[in-house]
């Protein structure tokens, strides 16, 4: 976790390099706008790999139970999935 931060933190250095040398609005607009959509991004990543995996654990421990398991993980993980695209246009287009 702390090199994702060390990561995020590098990225955002280009958004400090303004020329009369003060932060402006548009600044700090910038840098919510990537901290809000690498906390939604990272938060639904972990919840489609814990879905996944805990669905692969209840087909692998019963195999005739795999159709009524799969459909149900692939509809939560497309309505995951729908939170980072709603995430990316509020966070684009939201100003």
Known sequence: MKNVLIVLATLALPVFADSHGSMT???WIAI???LCMALAVVGVATAQGR???TALDGIAR???AA???QTPMIIALALMEGLVLFTMVICN???
């Open 25 to 27: 609005d548009a600044s």
């Open 32 to 34: 919510a706008k990537g």
């Open 51 to 53: 879905a996944s995996a």
């Open 62 to 64: 019963n195999p005739s």
């Open 67 to 69: 159709g009524k398991i």
């Open 93 to 95: 287009f939201g100003m």
